[in-house]
C-alpha cells in the first residue's frame, strides 16, 4: 500500500503534467485494476467500493487506502500499473526490480520483428504480414532454424494478424516461456509449426560498425544512442568520407546528448528540438559545436523500431535540412526524456517531466518523422539478404 501510495504521488509531483491532473483519474484507474484483478483470481470483495472522490489528492488517497486496509498485493501490483498506463505516455513506465538469473539471462532468441514500434508495442500502422527480424546467435531460436525474414502466421493459434489489422493479443503468447510458432520461409513457401522453449542467450553489448559501401561512401550502424555512441561513430569517419550512410535502423533511443553531439559533427548553431515545461517557455536543444565538422553528405535509414532520442535526431536531420531520410516513417514514440523516481519496494517510477518537440516545434509524439524516400524491407529481403535502404541510399549517391 505504501508503495502504491508513494506511486500515485510521485505521478502528480513529478509527471509533465502531474500538478494539473484530475487525482480523482488516477485513483478511479487504480481502483478498477485493483478490483479486476481481485476477480480474475475469484478474490473479489463484497464490501469493496470506490469512496467518493473529491478531488482533494491528501482526502481522497486517505478515503481510497481505508477502503482497501492492507491490499491485496498482486492486485496493488495491478493498481500500480494502471494508474502508470492510465497516463498514455510511452515514456512513462514503472519498472519493477528483477532476480539475477542464475547461469545468465534467457529467452526465445526472437529480438525483432517486423510490427514492433519503437519497442514490444506491437505498430497499429504494421501491415501483413509479420515477419522475424533479428534472431540472437546460439539461441533456442537459431537452433531451431528461426531465421531473419520467417514469416509469423499464429502463435499458440492466435493469428498475427486479423484482416489487415495487427493483433496486439499476440504478445500474450510469448509471455508464457513456451511458445507454439506457425512459421512460413519466403523462400520457398514452406509452412511449419516449432515449439520454442526459451533457454540461455547471450546479448551483445550494442556497437557501432561500420564499412565501406563504394568509393567515397561510408555505411555506419548505431543501435542506440547509448553513452559514448557518438563518439564512436565520429571515430568511425574520421577519414571525413563524401557521404555517410547512418543507419537508425530498430535503434530505440537514449540520450538527447549523444544526439546533439553528433549532429554537431554535421552542422553547427542549429536548434536539434525543444524541451516544454508545462508552464513557461520551452528550452531549445542545440548541436554540440564543440565538434569539429565532417563536411560529409548525409543519408539517414530510420524505420517503425527508430524511437525516442532516434527520432529527435531524424527530425533535427529533415527540418535543419541537414540530410536525407530513407526508409519509412519512425516510432512516434518521444513524449519525453524520463527521469526516474525510486519507490520503497526498490522498483522506480519513469516519468517525463517535460514534452517533446521537433526544431520547427511540431509535435513527433505519436506521429513519427516521415521519410523524404520510401524504402521498406520485406520478409523475402531478409531472407535474400537484400536492403532496400542502401540501395536507395547509393542510388541516391
Not at 537459431?142 to 520467417?150: H, N, V
Not at 536525407?324 to 513524449?335: D, E, M
Not at 523524404?372 to 535474400?384: F, G, I, K, N, S
Request: aromatic share 6%; proline share 7%.
Amino acid at each position: 500500500m505504501n508503495t502504491l501510495r508513494q506511486a500515485y504521488f510521485c505521478v502528480l509531483d513529478n509527471y509533465y503534467s502531474g500538478p494539473a491532473m484530475d487525482s480523482k483519474e488516477l485513483l478511479k484507474s487504480a481502483f478498477a485494476a485493483y478490483t479486476q484483478d481481485l476477480m480474475r483470481r475469484g478474490t473479489d470483495r463484497a464490501d469493496l467500493r470506490l469512496p467518493a472522490l473529491t478531488g482533494n489528492r491528501d482526502t481522497d488517497w486517505a478515503a481510497f487506502a481505508k477502503v482497501l486496509g492492507a491490499g491485496d498485493p498482486a492486485a496493488l501490483r495491478a493498481a500500480i500499473t494502471s494508474m502508470v498506463a492510465g497516463l498514455h505516455d510511452n515514456h512513462a513506465r514503472w519498472v519493477r526490480p528483477t532476480p539475477s538469473q542464475e547461469g545468465g539471462p534467457t529467452g526465445t532468441g526472437i529480438v525483432g520483428v517486423s510490427a514492433q514500434q519503437g519497442g514490444s508495442q506491437l505498430d497499429p500502422a504494421a501491415r501483413p504480414p509479420m515477419f522475424i527480424t533479428r534472431v540472437l546467435p546460439g539461441s533456442p531460436a537459431a537452433k531451431a532454424d528461426i531465421r531473419a525474414g520467417d514469416i509469423i502466421v499464429k502463435a499458440n493459434g492466435v493469428p498475427a494478424f486479423i484482416g489487415d489489422t495487427v493483433n496486439q493479443s499476440i504478445l500474450d503468447a510469448f509471455a508464457s516461456g513456451t511458445v507454439r510458432l506457425t512459421l512460413k520461409r519466403p523462400t520457398t513457401g514452406r509452412t511449419r509449426t516449432v515449439e520454442l522453449k526459451e533457454g540461455p542467450i547471450t546479448r551483445q553489448p550494442p556497437a557501432v560498425t561500420s564499412k565501406k559501401l563504394a568509393d567515397g561512401v561510408t555505411y555506419v550502424q548505431l543501435p542506440g544512442f547509448y553513452e559514448g555512441a557518438a563518439d564512436q561513430v565520429i571515430a568511425k569517419l574520421r577519414d571525413k568520407p563524401k557521404v555517410v550512410v547512418l543507419d537508425l535502423r530498430g535503434n530505440g533511443g537514449g540520450s538527447p546528448r549523444e544526439v546533439t553531439r553528433l549532429l554537431g559533427a554535421f552542422a553547427h548553431g542549429k536548434v536539434t528540438s525543444y524541451f516544454c515545461p508545462l508552464k513557461g517557455d520551452c528550452v531549445p536543444n542545440r548541436t554540440d559545436d564543440s565538434v569539429p565538422l565532417l563536411d560529409s553528405r548525409l543519408i539517414v535509414l530510420t524505420d517503425r523500431g527508430c524511437a525516442s532520442a532516434c527520432e529527435d535526431f531524424s527530425a533535427a536531420v529533415k527540418d535543419n535540412g541537414l540530410g536525407t531520410l530513407v526508409g519509412t516513417r519512425t516510432a512516434g514514440a518521444v513524449s519525453g526524456p524520463s527521469e526516474a523516481y525510486l519507490l520503497d519496494d526498490g522498483s522506480a517510477m519513469l516519468l517525463p517531466k517535460v514534452r517533446h518537440l521537433g526544431p520547427a516545434r511540431e509535435i513527433i509524439d505519436t506521429i513519427g518523422v516521415p521519410v523524404d524516400h520510401y524504402a521498406p524491407t520485406t520478409a523475402l529481403d531478409l531472407a535474400t539478404g537484400r536492403d532496400p535502404g542502401v540501395a536507395k541510399a547509393l542510388a541516391l549517391v
